[in-house]
């Protein structure tokens, strides 16, 4: 599978802090950015906003506003899924990406990086998704794939999908297995089983059940 990184782009080179706000507008007016780096003297100082530069004096400079940047960055050494949840708590459709010593080495769009997902066994490989909730401090992943494995089920991916104060929900991906046998596992195991089933009906894909991506798409 392509490494997360070969994603990092730099098809438009960062805004410069001494650029005029009328050529940062005309440069969103180009692309369907939300956000896009700003360098000063080469340093990446944050993100200035397609949204709010409208706003801003034309006859200005970008580091007039630099109070107004947006400091969200991703580090070259994250793996995809804390990428993904940089996107969503930005409400961005691209990420600076910086170096371990902080020097700025590109962006990633939101495009590529859904691109990525697509091609990760949990979506693209066949198999059921399961969705199960217990109390916090009574879950355990190690129970988890005891209970699918000792089914003949083969774990595709598994995340805490929804949290609170008393308990988690655990989104699961189940390649082979019998679907039944598993969900009564669980339940012997006070488990609620929060998704819906059918006996042995298999789910082709997370695109086509859940709203789950509709979040990072959103641009």
């Known amino acids: 599978?392509?490494?997360?990184?070969?994603?990092?782009?730099?098809?438009?080179?960062?805004?410069?802090?001494?650029?005029?706000?009328?050529?940062v507008q005309d440069f969103f007016a180009d692309v369907n950015f939300s956000h896009f780096p700003v360098l000063e003297n080469g340093i990446f100082i944050g993100s200035i906003s397609a949204d709010d530069v409208e706003?801003?004096?034309?006859d200005k400079k970008a580091i007039d506003?630099?109070?107004?940047?947006?400091?969200?960055?991703?580090?070259?050494?994250?793996?995809?899924?804390?990428?993904?949840e940089v996107f969503a708590k930005n409400r961005t459709n691209?990420?600076?990406?910086?170096?371990?010593?902080?020097?700025y080495i590109g962006y990633y769009e939101i495009e590529d990086i859904m691109k990525f997902f697509n091609e990760t066994p949990?979506?693209?490989?066949?198999?059921?998704i399961i969705i199960v909730q217990k109390g916090i401090i009574d879950y355990s992943m190690s129970q988890?794939?005891?209970?699918?494995?000792?089914?003949?089920?083969?774990?595709?991916?598994?995340?805490?999908s929804e949290a609170d104060r008393e308990n988690v929900q655990i989104t699961i991906k189940i390649g082979l297995g019998a679907m039944n046998e598993?969900?009564?596992?669980?339940?012997?195991?006070?488990?609620?089983?929060?998704?819906?089933?059918q006996e042995d009906t298999y789910i082709n894909s997370l695109k086509e059940r859940s709203d789950y991506l509709d979040k990072y798409l959103n641009i």
């Not at 949990?122 to 059921?128: M, R």
């Not at 969900?183 to 929060?194: A, K, S, V």
């Open 1 to 23: 599978m392509t490494e997360i990184t070969n994603y990092i782009t730099n098809d438009f080179r960062a805004i410069d802090s001494q650029e005029t706000i009328a050529s």
């Open 94 to 103: 691209t990420v600076p990406v910086l170096d371990e010593n902080n020097n």
């Open 182 to 197: 598993i969900i009564q596992t669980f339940r012997r195991y006070n488990y609620e089983i929060i998704s819906e089933h």
């Open 55 to 58: 706003t801003f004096d034309t």
């Open 122 to 128: 949990f979506l693209k490989e066949q198999g059921g």
């Open 65 to 84: 506003y630099k109070y107004t940047l947006e400091r969200f960055f991703a580090r070259k050494s994250m793996i995809w899924l804390d990428l993904l």
């Open 144 to 160: 988890i794939t005891q209970i699918i494995e000792s089914n003949n089920g083969k774990i595709l991916g598994c995340f805490i």
